[in-house]
């Protein structure tokens, strides 16, 4: 009777053991996809504000469009990690009051490299809006994961710093997008 109460405790630990174990590498994955997923946000932005700034230099918009632009690609360029967010946003806003102006699409429509160009960056930013969206979904799992019960009991999560949402105004046109 005592052998199988020891037995039976023993397999009880191995399994939760088992358990514990996989928990942590579960943790331990999603920070890593969470790390992969900033990485190719900061891709996307970069690509976006290259684009941005291709436009901004290219002459087929007005000079007084083209120096609002090109500044706020400098400003997003330049921003720190606590301003980024926002310096991003601005761009977005740059990008829409471009993109949005009366007749600017008339007046592309006849350049064939204009209309190449502006496409480019509609893309660029269609690709930070599925980064970002991505990417904060990844963080809210995370987070999620890290406020289990037995993740802070026992600091599954080791030392890695808990991920942050990264919330910008992403959307070049009026309303939100449905995905």
Do not use: C
Not at 78 to 88: I, M, R, T, W, Y
Not at 129 to 154: I, Q, S
Request: proline share 3%; charged share 25%; aromatic share 6%.
């Amino acid at each position: 009777m005592i052998w199988t109460i020891v037995v039976l405790a023993v397999l009880v630990l191995v399994l939760f053991g088992f358990w514990v174990s996989w928990r942590a590498s579960r943790l331990d994955r999603l920070h890593n996809r969470v790390e992969s997923a900033r990485t190719a946000l900061d891709l996307a932005l970069v690509r976006r504000s290259s684009a941005a700034a291709d436009l901004a230099s290219s002459g087929m918009i007005d000079p007084a469009t083209s120096l609002l632009l090109a500044d706020a690609v400098r400003r997003a360029r330049q921003a720190g990690p606590s301003e980024l967010g926002l310096a991003e946003s601005d761009l977005t806003r740059a990008l829409r009051a471009t993109l949005d102006e009366p007749g600017f699409r008339t007046e592309l429509a006849e350049n064939e490299g204009a209309t190449e160009l502006v496409a480019e960056v509609e893309a660029a930013s269609h690709q930070v809006y599925l980064a970002r969206k991505f990417y904060n979904d990844l963080a809210g799992r995370t987070l999620d994961d890290r406020r289990r019960p037995l993740a802070r009991v026992l600091h599954l999560s080791g030392t890695a710093r808990a991920p942050e949402f990264f919330d910008i105004d992403d959307a070049l046109t009026g309303g939100d997008r449905s995905s």
